[in-house]
T-cell receptor, first 113, second 113 residues
Framework: DQQVKQNSPSLSVQEGRISILNCDYT??????FLWYKKYPAEGPTFLISISSIKDKNEDGRFTVFLNKSAKHLSLHIVPSQPGDSAVYFC????????????FGKGTKLSVIP | NAGVTQTPKFRVLKTGQSMTLLCAQD?????MYWYRQDPGMGLRLIHYSVGEGTTAKGEVPDGYNVSRLKKQNFLLGLESAAPSQTSVYFC????????????FGPGTRLLVL
Protein backbone atom coordinates (compact mmCIF):
# COMPACT_ATOMS: atom_id res chain seq x y z
CA ASP A 1 0.00 0.00 0.00
CA GLN A 2 1.55 3.25 -1.15
CA GLN A 3 1.79 5.76 1.65
CA VAL A 4 3.07 8.57 -0.57
CA LYS A 5 1.23 8.98 -3.84
CA GLN A 6 2.10 11.05 -6.85
CA ASN A 7 -0.83 10.35 -9.10
CA SER A 8 0.42 12.21 -12.15
CA PRO A 9 3.23 10.27 -13.84
CA SER A 10 3.97 13.20 -16.13
CA LEU A 11 3.30 16.89 -16.60
CA SER A 12 4.07 19.26 -19.48
CA VAL A 13 4.27 22.99 -18.97
CA GLN A 14 5.20 25.91 -21.19
CA GLU A 15 8.36 27.80 -20.29
CA GLY A 16 7.60 30.78 -18.08
CA ARG A 17 4.35 29.34 -16.76
CA ILE A 18 3.73 27.77 -13.37
CA SER A 19 4.35 24.08 -12.75
CA ILE A 20 2.33 22.45 -9.98
CA LEU A 21 3.30 18.98 -8.83
CA ASN A 22 1.04 17.20 -6.38
CA CYS A 23 1.60 14.65 -3.67
CA ASP A 24 -0.86 12.91 -1.35
CA TYR A 25 -0.05 10.82 1.69
CA THR A 26 -1.98 8.39 3.84
CA UNK A 27 0.19 8.02 6.94
CA UNK A 28 -0.86 10.60 9.55
CA UNK A 29 2.48 10.06 11.33
CA UNK A 30 4.37 11.76 8.50
CA UNK A 31 5.60 15.09 9.81
CA UNK A 32 8.40 16.18 7.50
CA PHE A 33 8.29 16.27 3.75
CA LEU A 34 10.94 16.70 1.10
CA TRP A 35 11.01 17.15 -2.65
CA TYR A 36 13.84 15.68 -4.67
CA LYS A 37 14.67 16.35 -8.29
CA LYS A 38 16.26 13.71 -10.49
CA TYR A 39 17.85 14.04 -13.90
CA PRO A 40 18.43 10.93 -16.05
CA ALA A 41 21.49 8.89 -15.06
CA GLU A 42 21.98 10.96 -11.91
CA GLY A 43 21.02 10.53 -8.29
CA PRO A 44 18.17 12.49 -6.71
CA THR A 45 19.11 15.93 -5.40
CA PHE A 46 17.36 17.71 -2.57
CA LEU A 47 15.14 20.59 -3.63
CA ILE A 48 13.02 21.84 -0.76
CA SER A 49 11.42 20.60 2.45
CA ILE A 50 8.60 21.48 4.82
CA SER A 51 7.79 20.58 8.39
CA SER A 52 4.25 19.69 9.37
CA ILE A 53 4.12 22.73 11.65
CA LYS A 54 4.20 24.97 8.58
CA ASP A 55 1.90 25.29 5.62
CA LYS A 56 4.31 26.93 3.22
CA ASN A 57 8.00 27.07 2.51
CA GLU A 58 9.60 29.10 -0.22
CA ASP A 59 13.03 29.01 -1.83
CA GLY A 60 13.49 31.16 -4.88
CA ARG A 61 11.30 29.88 -7.67
CA PHE A 62 10.21 26.87 -5.62
CA THR A 63 7.38 26.87 -3.08
CA VAL A 64 5.96 23.89 -1.25
CA PHE A 65 2.49 24.02 0.26
CA LEU A 66 1.23 21.59 2.88
CA ASN A 67 -2.44 20.95 3.69
CA LYS A 68 -2.37 18.61 6.68
CA SER A 69 -6.10 18.16 6.93
CA ALA A 70 -6.22 16.97 3.33
CA LYS A 71 -2.91 15.09 3.63
CA HIS A 72 -1.77 16.87 0.51
CA LEU A 73 1.27 18.82 -0.53
CA SER A 74 2.21 20.54 -3.72
CA LEU A 75 5.35 21.95 -5.27
CA HIS A 76 5.02 25.14 -7.29
CA ILE A 77 7.72 26.23 -9.70
CA VAL A 78 7.41 29.78 -10.98
CA PRO A 79 8.48 30.58 -13.61
CA SER A 80 9.24 27.18 -15.10
CA GLN A 81 12.44 26.84 -17.07
CA PRO A 82 13.61 24.14 -19.49
CA GLY A 83 16.31 23.14 -16.99
CA ASP A 84 13.54 22.18 -14.57
CA SER A 85 12.67 19.23 -16.80
CA ALA A 86 13.30 16.23 -14.55
CA VAL A 87 11.55 13.67 -12.40
CA TYR A 88 10.34 15.06 -9.08
CA PHE A 89 9.94 12.81 -6.07
CA CYS A 90 7.92 13.59 -3.00
CA UNK A 91 9.24 11.94 0.18
CA UNK A 92 8.22 11.88 3.83
CA UNK A 93 9.60 11.10 7.28
CA UNK A 94 7.41 9.85 10.10
CA UNK A 95 8.42 11.26 13.44
CA UNK A 96 11.50 13.08 14.63
CA UNK A 97 13.40 9.88 15.25
CA UNK A 98 12.53 8.26 11.98
CA UNK A 99 15.28 6.97 9.75
CA UNK A 100 13.19 5.96 6.78
CA UNK A 101 12.27 8.22 3.93
CA UNK A 102 9.16 7.01 2.10
CA PHE A 103 9.14 8.05 -1.55
CA GLY A 104 6.40 8.53 -4.06
CA LYS A 105 6.74 7.14 -7.58
CA GLY A 106 7.71 10.47 -9.05
CA THR A 107 6.32 12.90 -11.62
CA LYS A 108 8.19 13.61 -14.82
CA LEU A 109 8.06 17.32 -15.59
CA SER A 110 8.73 18.53 -19.11
CA VAL A 111 9.11 22.27 -19.60
CA ILE A 112 8.58 23.18 -23.23
CA PRO A 113 10.59 26.13 -24.57
CA ASN B 1 34.55 17.42 -2.44
CA ALA B 2 33.03 14.60 -4.49
CA GLY B 3 30.01 14.01 -2.23
CA VAL B 4 28.68 10.48 -2.64
CA THR B 5 30.26 8.23 -5.25
CA GLN B 6 29.25 4.75 -6.36
CA THR B 7 31.19 1.98 -8.07
CA PRO B 8 30.51 0.52 -10.60
CA LYS B 9 28.14 2.62 -12.70
CA PHE B 10 26.79 -0.36 -14.62
CA ARG B 11 27.08 -4.12 -14.31
CA VAL B 12 25.61 -7.19 -15.97
CA LEU B 13 25.42 -10.37 -13.92
CA LYS B 14 24.22 -13.87 -14.60
CA THR B 15 21.74 -15.47 -12.23
CA GLY B 16 23.58 -16.92 -9.25
CA GLN B 17 26.65 -14.70 -9.52
CA SER B 18 27.72 -12.49 -6.69
CA MET B 19 28.93 -8.91 -6.59
CA THR B 20 29.56 -5.99 -4.30
CA LEU B 21 28.51 -2.40 -4.87
CA LEU B 22 30.68 0.22 -3.25
CA CYS B 23 29.50 3.55 -1.89
CA ALA B 24 31.88 6.19 -0.62
CA GLN B 25 31.17 9.61 0.90
CA ASP B 26 33.57 12.38 1.82
CA UNK B 27 31.20 14.50 3.91
CA UNK B 28 31.99 12.75 7.20
CA UNK B 29 28.35 11.65 7.49
CA UNK B 30 27.40 9.15 10.15
CA UNK B 31 24.35 7.75 8.38
CA MET B 32 24.36 5.87 5.11
CA TYR B 33 21.63 4.16 3.11
CA TRP B 34 21.12 1.82 0.18
CA TYR B 35 18.00 2.20 -1.98
CA ARG B 36 16.74 0.51 -5.09
CA GLN B 37 14.58 2.09 -7.75
CA ASP B 38 12.50 0.01 -10.11
CA PRO B 39 10.62 1.31 -13.17
CA GLY B 40 7.53 3.26 -12.17
CA MET B 41 8.42 2.97 -8.50
CA GLY B 42 9.77 5.27 -5.87
CA LEU B 43 13.01 4.56 -4.08
CA ARG B 44 12.82 1.78 -1.50
CA LEU B 45 15.23 1.40 1.39
CA ILE B 46 17.24 -1.83 1.41
CA HIS B 47 19.61 -1.41 4.35
CA TYR B 48 21.02 1.46 6.32
CA SER B 49 23.80 2.22 8.77
CA VAL B 50 23.86 4.61 11.71
CA GLY B 51 27.61 4.54 12.07
CA GLU B 52 30.80 2.62 11.48
CA GLY B 53 30.33 -1.05 12.29
CA THR B 54 26.54 -0.91 12.38
CA THR B 55 23.92 -1.96 9.86
CA ALA B 56 20.18 -2.52 9.90
CA LYS B 57 17.42 -3.74 7.59
CA GLY B 58 15.19 -1.42 5.67
CA GLU B 59 12.01 -2.06 3.74
CA VAL B 60 13.32 -4.61 1.20
CA PRO B 61 16.43 -6.33 2.66
CA ASP B 62 16.00 -9.88 1.35
CA GLY B 63 18.79 -11.10 -0.91
CA TYR B 64 21.22 -8.36 0.15
CA ASN B 65 23.91 -7.96 2.76
CA VAL B 66 25.79 -4.84 3.78
CA SER B 67 28.90 -3.85 5.67
CA ARG B 68 30.21 -0.57 7.09
CA LEU B 69 33.78 -1.27 8.11
CA LYS B 70 34.86 2.33 7.57
CA LYS B 71 32.80 5.44 8.22
CA GLN B 72 33.14 6.69 4.68
CA ASN B 73 32.23 3.41 2.93
CA PHE B 74 29.05 1.39 2.75
CA LEU B 75 29.08 -1.86 0.76
CA LEU B 76 26.06 -3.66 -0.65
CA GLY B 77 26.49 -7.32 -1.50
CA LEU B 78 24.45 -9.69 -3.59
CA GLU B 79 25.46 -13.24 -2.74
CA SER B 80 23.42 -14.99 -5.44
CA ALA B 81 21.92 -12.55 -7.91
CA ALA B 82 18.38 -13.07 -9.21
CA PRO B 83 16.60 -11.38 -12.14
CA SER B 84 14.30 -9.68 -9.58
CA GLN B 85 17.34 -7.73 -8.41
CA THR B 86 17.65 -5.98 -11.74
CA SER B 87 17.32 -2.38 -10.68
CA VAL B 88 19.08 0.92 -10.20
CA TYR B 89 20.78 1.14 -6.83
CA PHE B 90 21.34 4.42 -5.06
CA CYS B 91 23.47 5.08 -2.05
CA UNK B 92 22.81 8.08 0.18
CA UNK B 93 24.25 9.64 3.30
CA UNK B 94 23.12 12.16 5.90
CA UNK B 95 24.70 13.98 8.80
CA UNK B 96 22.00 13.19 11.27
CA UNK B 97 19.03 11.02 12.06
CA UNK B 98 15.57 11.88 10.82
CA UNK B 99 14.37 15.09 9.15
CA UNK B 100 17.74 15.39 7.51
CA UNK B 101 18.47 15.85 3.88
CA UNK B 102 19.92 12.72 2.38
CA UNK B 103 22.57 13.19 -0.30
CA PHE B 104 22.51 10.65 -3.08
CA GLY B 105 25.13 9.10 -5.31
CA PRO B 106 24.70 8.83 -9.09
CA GLY B 107 23.45 5.25 -8.97
CA THR B 108 24.53 1.81 -10.17
CA ARG B 109 22.50 0.16 -12.90
CA LEU B 110 22.43 -3.60 -12.42
CA LEU B 111 21.09 -6.09 -14.93
CA VAL B 112 20.73 -9.72 -13.87
CA LEU B 113 20.19 -12.15 -16.72
Amino acid sequence: DQQVKQNSPSLSVQEGRISILNCDYTNSMFDYFLWYKKYPAEGPTFLISISSIKDKNEDGRFTVFLNKSAKHLSLHIVPSQPGDSAVYFCAAYSGAGSYQLTFGKGTKLSVIP
Amino acid sequence: NAGVTQTPKFRVLKTGQSMTLLCAQDMNHEYMYWYRQDPGMGLRLIHYSVGEGTTAKGEVPDGYNVSRLKKQNFLLGLESAAPSQTSVYFCASSSNWGRETQYFGPGTRLLVL
